[in-house]
């Protein structure tokens, strides 16, 4: 869900005001990689099926 609201505030959310938001949003996109890992070791392992 983060993700598709980052893509429609880029895809139609104004322009960057310079060059340092760009990169600090470009940044700010690499904490989705620290909650995919936070996420995966915070899961219960499923059931087996059977």
């Known amino acids: 869900m983060f993700?598709?609201?980052v893509y429609l505030g880029a895809a139609f959310?104004?322009?960057?005001?310079?060059?340092?938001?760009?990169?600090?949003s470009g940044q700010a996109l690499?904490?989705?990689v620290?909650?995919?890992y936070w996420?995966?070791?915070n899961?219960?392992?499923a059931e087996p099926i059977g």
Do not use: I
């Open 13 to 24: 959310g104004p322009p960057p005001t310079d060059v340092s938001a760009l990169a600090w």
């Open 39 to 41: 996420v995966d070791a």
């Open 3 to 5: 993700l598709v609201v």
């Open 34 to 36: 620290g909650l995919g």
């Open 30 to 32: 690499w904490l989705t």
């Open 43 to 45: 899961r219960a392992p």
